[in-house]
């Protein structure tokens, strides 16, 4: 998986990673859907442990581009996640009252709590991306917010969250498909937005905006995977085994019980 790592201090050029590469399937694979259940379920039983310890905080941030996935992750990789601890922030257009704040604000609110898992969808990254594609604010603002971002994660780390963030990387050519589908599949039509048409005239722009995001922004702590996104089963089996190395790593254990339960009777 740690080809799809970005380093600390490597310079992207989007151009290079194949959206469509499939390169880490495991050899002799069965078929997709039944590997995903299986890692699905190891992903259930993390989770599980993670909520019974009540110590570390996960957090796990989903960018893309228009149509690159993250409702498709959110879906499939946390199917059968245990709700009472796993949580969905979706960050929109910032209010009136969380633009009147620091850029970071409305973000620090839904950081996981201990025992927590948090999906960001979309998250403070909107402050170097489409703020920086639309200069909502001058360049000499946003370009601080890198370092600002930096330290803002190094202080979760600090404290105890692992931080997990993924870059869906889909094709121009797969996002026309997908928007395409949204007009034709009368299921999807709700999703479709003339909006997202705009924002698609603007991909160079957004490709570099994201290319600097990953070059300054993947730390030890909080390090960027550049996934191939064009293939959603690879997409998010790639994902849930990233995310089931992570926490395996954590070396979690459930508490032990208050009292030497040997000795109680239920009568
Ligand atoms: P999604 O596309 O994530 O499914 P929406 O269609 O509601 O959800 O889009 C959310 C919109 O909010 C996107 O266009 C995104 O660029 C915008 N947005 C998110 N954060 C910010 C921000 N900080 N500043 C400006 N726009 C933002």
Partial sequence: MSKYRVKPGQKINLNDWDPDDKSEWPEGKKEA???FIEINKELESLQELLYAENKHKI????????TGGKDGVIRAV???VNPAGVRVASFKVPTEQELSHDFLWRIHKQAPGKGEMVIFN???YEDVLVVRVHNLVPQKVWEKRFEHINNFEKLLADEGTTIIKFFLHISKDEQKERLQERLDIPEKQ???SSGDLKERLLW???SRAFEDVLYKTSTS???WYIIPANRNWYRNWLISAILVDELKSL???YPEPEEDLSKIKIV
């Fill in 204 to 206: 160079e722009d957004y």
């Fill in 33 to 35: 859907k039944e590997v």
């Fill in 190 to 192: 709700w999703k479709f």
């Fill in 122 to 124: 979309r998250s403070h």
């Fill in 78 to 80: 946390f199917d059968g």
């Fill in 59 to 66: 957090l796990i941030v989903l960018q893309a581009m228009d």
């Fill in 221 to 223: 702590h909080a390090p």
């Fill in 251 to 253: 070396k979690m254990k």
